[in-house]
C-alpha cells in the first residue's frame, strides 16, 4: 500500500506558477505510476498528468499540455507538478493518485478508475 499528501496549492493570479508536490509514502514507491487529477465545483474530476515508475514516461491531458511539467524524484517519493501560465480554469482541487501497472499503457494512467489510492488533495485557485 502507499499513502499520499498533496501538498503546494494557494492562490494564485491568471499567469502566474504554483508547484504541486505529492509524497508518497512506502518502499516501492518506483513501482507505481502517479497521476493528478483535478476537480471543479460542479464538475467532474479530470485527468491533468500522469508519470510512470521510473519517470522515462509522461501523459498530459491536452489543456495543459506546454504549460504543466509532471516529475519525480524516486529518492525522495515525491512526484512533482509544476504549473506555468494559469488560467482561472485552472482552479479545482488537485489530488494525486497511485497505482501499480505491469507495463506503463497511456490510455490506463488518464483513467481515474485504475488508480486505487488517492491523496486528499489540494485547493487551486487562479484569480483573474
Known amino acids: 500500500q502507499v499513502q499520499l499528501v498533496e501538498s503546494g496549492g494557494g492562490l494564485v493570479q491568471a499567469g502566474g506558477s504554483l508547484r504541486l508536490s505529492c509524497a508518497a509514502s512506502g518502499r516501492t514507491f518506483n513501482r507505481y505510476i502517479i497521476g493528478w487529477f483535478r476537480q471543479a465545483p460542479g464538475k467532474e474530476r479530470e485527468f491533468v498528468a500522469a508519470i510512470s515508475g521510473s519517470g522515462s514516461s509522461t501523459e498530459y491531458a491536452d489543456s495543459v499540455k506546454g504549460r504543466f511539467t509532471i516529475s519525480r524524484d524516486n529518492s525522495k517519493n515525491t512526484v512533482t507538478l509544476q504549473m506555468n501560465s494559469l488560467k482561472p480554469e485552472d482552479t479545482a482541487v488537485y489530488y494525486c493518485?497511485?497505482?501499480?501497472?505491469?507495463?506503463?499503457?497511456?490510455?490506463?494512467?488518464?483513467?481515474?478508475?485504475?488508480?486505487?489510492?488517492w491523496g486528499q488533495g489540494t485547493q487551486v485557485t487562479v484569480s483573474s
Open positions: 493518485a497511485a497505482e501499480t501497472l505491469p507495463v506503463w499503457n497511456r490510455k490506463s494512467a488518464t483513467r481515474i478508475d485504475t488508480y486505487d489510492y
